[in-house]
C-alpha cells in the first residue's frame, strides 16, 4: 500500500490535455446526411422504457412523477435507440420541456442534448396510461450556433498553446546558445592572458 504522501501518477503527467469537442465542425449536414438521424427525424412510435420489471400502474405513477422532476426514459420502437431525455421540470403541470395540459391524458415533452456531435431536439408526446406516443428528432439550429461558437474558440485556444510551444521550444536552443557566446565573449575579454598583452 503506498502512503499518502506519495505524488499521484496523474501529477506527473504533462499539463496539456486535448478537450474533446463536444459537437462536430458541421453538424447541421452531418443531421441530414447520417443515416441514423435521418430514421429517427421522421416521427415514429416511441415508448416510455423505466422500471419494466414493475407492474403497470406503478410504471405509470414513475413515469408522470419523472416528468415532473425534469427527466425520463423512451426508446424509439423502429430503430431501438433508447434516450435519457433531461427538460424543464414541470411546476402546476407545465414548463417548457414537460406539458401535462396540452392534451388530455397525454404528456408533450421537448429535450434538447447533443447526440453524435450534433445539437438536437426531442420533440413528442406520450400516452400516461399506455407509456407510448410518437416522438422524433429535431436539428436544434439556435443551439448548434452557440455550440459552434465554443468549439472555434477551443480550436483557436488550441493552434495558440501549440503555436506558442512551438516558439519557445524554437527559441530556447537559440537564447541558451546566444548567452553561451555573449559568456564566452566577456569571459576572453576578462581572460589574464590578454590582460598582460594588452599592457605589453
Sequence with gaps: ??????????????????????VVPDQESKFQSDELFRRLSRETEVRYTGYRDRPVDERQMRFQTACREGHTEVSFIATGTNLHLVFTPSSNGYSEGCDFNK????????????????????????????????????????????????????????LT??????????????????TQVEARKKQSELSPDRAGSASN
Design 103 to 158: 392534451e388530455q391524458g397525454k404528456v408533450h415533452i421537448k429535450s434538447c442534448f447533443i447526440m453524435n456531435g450534433v445539437c438536437v431536439r426531442w420533440r413528442g408526446w406520450l400516452d400516461i396510461e399506455r407509456l407510448d406516443g410518437v416522438g422524433c428528432l429535431e436539428f436544434d439550429e439556435e443551439r448548434a450556433q452557440i455550440e459552434d461558437a465554443i468549439l472555434r474558440e477551443q480550436i483557436e485556444e488550441i
Design 1 to 22: 500500500m503506498l502512503p499518502y504522501e506519495t505524488t499521484n501518477i496523474f501529477e506527473q503527467l504533462p499539463r496539456f490535455v486535448f478537450k474533446m469537442p463536444r
Design 161 to 178: 498553446r501549440d503555436f506558442e510551444e512551438k516558439q519557445r521550444l524554437y527559441q530556447e536552443p537559440t537564447l541558451k546558445t546566444w
